[in-house]
């Protein structure tokens, strides 16, 4: 059984950055497919971004430039590091693994983007 807990997120202003983790325990997470998806009041959850078992990187248009996925190898999970984030990035944040056949999701971190 695979277990994600995400970390990092926080209040910050409009123009800001954060780095939010996800670490996995319960099994080698090291090649699967992973990401980042994330939702915000009243709206269904998005893709933010995606890495592939063969580390090919996916990004919503709504992020890209702004936003970089990596794997984390210590942890075991994937980072997300976000910059210059906007209003519209509030939301929380789940990570996410497919491995084996299954989906497994995070409890989410929220991240608010506010002046």
């Known amino acids: 059984q695979v277990q994600l807990v995400e970390s990092g997120g926080g209040l910050v202003q409009p123009g800001g950055s954060l780095r939010l983790s996800c670490a996995a325990s319960g099994s080698s997470l090291s090649s699967a497919f992973m990401g980042w998806y994330r939702q915000a009041p009243g709206q269904q959850r998005e893709l933010v971004t995606t890495?592939?078992?063969?580390?090919?990187?996916n990004y919503a248009d709504s992020v890209k430039g702004r936003f970089i996925i990596s794997r984390d190898n210590a942890r075991n999970g994937v980072t997300l590091q976000m910059n210059n984030l906007k209003l519209e990035d509030t939301g929380v944040y789940y990570c996410y693994a497919y491995s084996n056949g299954h989906d497994y999701w995070g409890q989410g971190t929220q991240v608010t983007v506010s002046s």
């Open positions: 890495i592939s078992n063969g580390d090919k990187t």
